[in-house]
């Protein structure tokens, strides 16, 4: 078992930056592709971000490309979203998400059901 804790999520004026962390305990996280999806109220829960287990290879949805940027410390068991040029649009919950049945470790995966851990989720606001 993997629990994950999202936090660092705020609220932030258009232009704004924010770096999210989603710590894992229980099995390392550092075995697993780790992800970040996003929901909107109304919408469907959407991809963002993706990174590898060396952390050599990330996946980005097109609408959040050149201004975030996914990492991680494996050594902390920590995954990273730095959140640039924030836009009113990219207000959502943000969820991170481990990949546990995937051993490559060059694998990202940008389908969230593909993800069997998820953490909570934290909330970011982006005002105009």
């Known amino acids: 078992q993997v629990q994950l804790v999202e936090s660092g999520g705020g609220l932030v004026q258009a232009g704004g930056s924010l770096r999210l962390s989603c710590a894992a305990s229980?099995?390392?996280?550092?075995?697993?592709?780790m992800g970040w999806f996003r929901q909107a109220p109304g919408k469907e829960r959407e991809f963002v971000a993706a990174?590898?287990?060396?952390?050599?290879?990330?996946a980005y949805a097109d609408s959040v490309k050149g201004r975030f940027t996914i990492s991680r410390d494996n050594g902390k068991n920590t995954v990273y979203l730095q959140m640039n040029s924030l836009k009113p649009e990219d207000t959502a919950v943000y969820y991170c998400?481990?990949?546990?049945?995937?051993?490559?470790?060059?694998?990202?995966?940008?389908?969230?059901?593909?993800?069997?851990?998820w953490g909570q989720g934290t909330q970011v606001t982006v005002s105009s």
């Open positions: 990174i590898s287990k060396n952390a050599l290879n990330t």
């Open positions: 229980g099995r390392t996280s550092s075995s697993y592709p």
């Open positions: 998400g481990a990949d546990s049945a995937h051993g490559s470790s060059w694998y990202t995966s940008r389908q969230q059901y593909e993800y069997n851990y």
